[in-house]
């Protein structure tokens, strides 16, 4: 494929595993990589003869801005497709000039998707304008390696109507409240003994309130929203129910914050007695009524049997509700988080791309 060049940003967890499958890929298949960059490195030559990502370490190369790397990739000798492995809201910002420049995007960055409608709206209308020449895909900006966007889009495509999309969404939640309040009524530890829990075993980010405060699923919720046709303005736009108490909002780090959330334990612990009264078990859902324009993320108490009551570990759930898939829904489980998942969707996009540009 020597027409066609691949620029990587980000070579972090997912970065390192997406190079990995790139490079497994048949030779038939595999692109010639030409840039390869870090937050402080970069690789690439003025030739665009292919680098070795193994070199980035030592490289001198010159630092290009995101204008420079635009015009550097719109003047290669053939098509090329930038995969943006990081969630910088910058690289996101300057989807459009790539896309404009006629470089093809694949990526798992949720901010290009779910930041304010206007930067949505100037991607899809660069990969209009551009008649073919400039692709865009996202796979993994929701649910990793799941084929979630892909059904969504599928189902539009084909002529259904989605109703209703609901599910667990995060991978951390999923594991919190299948831990805390499992269908089988098991469960006996605190809330956060479950939470240190699943910080200990790198569930959650370094500091859990970044996963605690729901804004990771009310992105994702965003971006299939907009999928399904509604306008949502940005993810800080309809209820999202933070799991953080409003006492330690403030806590300086995570260590305070892990420290005081035993204080709190009794409210969690409320939710789950109400829950079990009802018969049913308290979930973190997010949940998208198209029918109504309304979008939410919070507690919900799930009847026990139904998808969402019966998942286990950090397994995600989507349900599509839709004019054929009525009181069944088409539902979509399993991993939804994970460095080798996830560079598994961008793979997989990658190659699509590929294919459509041959």
Not at 306 to 323: E, R
Request: with cysteine; charged share 20%.
């Amino acid at each position: 494929m020597s027409n066609l060049y691949l620029a990587v940003i980000g070579v972090g967890g997912v970065g390192q595993a997406f190079l990995s499958q790139v490079a497994n890929l048949p030779s038939t298949l595999r692109p010639s990589l030409i840039f390869v960059s870090r937050s402080t490195k970069q690789l690439y030559n003025s030739s665009y003869s292919a680098v070795n990502a193994s070199d980035l370490q030592s490289s001198s190369s010159k630092l290009l801005s995101l204008s420079e790397l635009s015009s550097y990739l719109s003047s290669a000798p053939g098509k090329t497709i930038l995969v943006d492995n990081t969630s910088s809201q910058d690289v996101a910002d300057s989807y459009p000039s790539f896309l404009s420049a006629g470089v093809s995007i694949v990526t798992p960055n949720k901010k290009a998707f779910s930041s304010n409608l206007k930067l949505w709206n100037d991607i899809f209308s660069a990969v209009d304008s551009s008649n073919g020449k400039a692709l865009i895909y996202h796979e993994s900006s929701v649910g990793a390696g799941l084929p979630v966007i892909s059904t969504l889009k599928d189902l539009i495509a084909t002529g259904d109507q989605v109703t209703r999309i609901e599910g667990v969404f995060s991978g951390t939640m999923s594991f919190l409240f299948n831990s805390f309040a499992p269908a089988d009524g098991s469960g006996k530890g605190k809330w956060s003994e479950i939470v240190a829990q699943a910080k200990d075993a790198g569930y959650t980010e370094p500091d859990p309130r970044d996963d605690l405060n729901g804004m990771d699923v009310a992105r994702k919720l965003t971006i299939l929203a907009r999928l399904a046709g509604l306008k949502v303005q940005a993810p800080d736009t309809f209820p999202v129910q933070s799991l953080i108490p409003e006492a330690l909002a403030s806590a300086k780090d995570s260590s305070e914050f892990m420290q005081r959330l035993p204080e709190f334990d009794g409210e969690m612990e409320a939710y789950k007695d109400q829950a079990a009264k009802q018969g049913k078990v308290v979930r973190y859902v997010g949940s998208v009524d198209v029918a109504a324009e309304k979008v939410k993320v919070g507690l919900e108490f799930v009847d026990q049997g139904s998808p969402i009551a019966s998942l286990k570990g950090s397994d995600n759930l989507m349900c599509f509700y839709t004019k054929r898939y009525v009181a069944n829904p088409l539902v979509i489980q399993g991993a939804g988080a994970g460095g080798e998942v996830t560079a598994m969707g961008v793979t997989a996009d990658l190659i699509k791309a590929l294919e459509r540009l041959r």
